[in-house]
């Protein structure tokens, strides 16, 4: 699948710069103060709004086909795959139900580094249905891996999986996606649910931090 990398530089908040640092759109607010942005703050789109929204729709009508008079419940992994969940969801004419889970890897001092820590509070009652497990993006693959198992205990007649986002070289669990959106670089990467530290999630592309954060 090809992807273009426009190399578009923004600010935090979305707004278009120019190479110097200023806004270049006519219309539009002038961002406060260009000159107190730290480096931190400028980003480097990925994978722009459009060309998302576009394989968000294909991948609906791909799920919509294939899940034809099939009990479909969609299982979102928190948080980072909120904002495709919230997209993805409304491109499938079927009959669908919506569930949550929260997956974080804990990787503290006192712990294995990638131990997973699940909530299942808003687990779903799978039994007997098809669950589509839903991430924002597939890296090491432990955390989808781990969950089919826990649908498949839970009862789940099938499970398959879905991610916005695959990263290339960095597979350590032997898992294919049933639907993938993007494969991109080994890169830390942004936006469209996707975090650093709990901010950036809500920027609508996916875009890549400077390396000041590698
Ligand atoms: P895995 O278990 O290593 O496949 O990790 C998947 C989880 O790690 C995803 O659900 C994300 O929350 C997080 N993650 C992995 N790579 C990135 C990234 O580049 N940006 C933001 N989150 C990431
Ligand atoms: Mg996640």
Redesign the pocket.
Same mark, same amino acid.
């Given at each position: 699948m090809a992807w273009a990398v426009p190399s578009v530089m923004m600010d935090r908040a979305g707004r278009r710069l120019l190479p110097g640092g200023r806004p270049s759109s006519v219309g539009e607010a002038a961002p406060p103060s260009l000159h107190h942005l730290e480096g931190r703050d400028v980003v480097e789109i990925l994978i722009t709004e459009a060309q998302i929204q576009e394989r968000v729709r294909e991948l609906g009508r791909q799920i919509e086909a294939d899940y034809q008079g099939r009990p479909l419940t969609i299982v979102a992994?928190l948080t980072?795959?909120l904002i495709v969940l919230a997209d993805l969801i409304r491109q499938i004419q079927l009959p669908l139900r919506v569930a949550l889970l929260q !997956?974080?890897?804990y990787k503290g001092a006192t712990t294995t580094a990638?131990a997973?820590i699940i909530n299942e509070s808003f687990a779903p009652d799978v039994a007997g249905r098809d669950v589509l497990l839903l991430?924002?993006?597939?890296?090491?693959?432990?955390?989808?891996a781990t969950l089919v198992h826990r649908m498949s205990d839970r009862g789940a007649l099938r499970v398959r999986t879905a991610v916005l986002l695959r990263?290339k070289g960095?597979q350590e669990v032997q898992i294919e996606p049933d639907y993938c959106g993007f494969e991109i670089p080994d !890169?830390?990467?942004?936006g469209y649910g996707?975090?650093?530290d709990d901010d950036y999630r809500h920027l609508p592309y996916v875009a890549v931090l400077p390396s000041s954060h590698d």
């Open positions: 992994i980072g795959s !997956a974080s890897s990638g997973l991430d924002d993006i597939l890296d090491t693959g432990h955390t989808l990263k960095r !890169a830390f990467v942004v996707l975090d650093f």
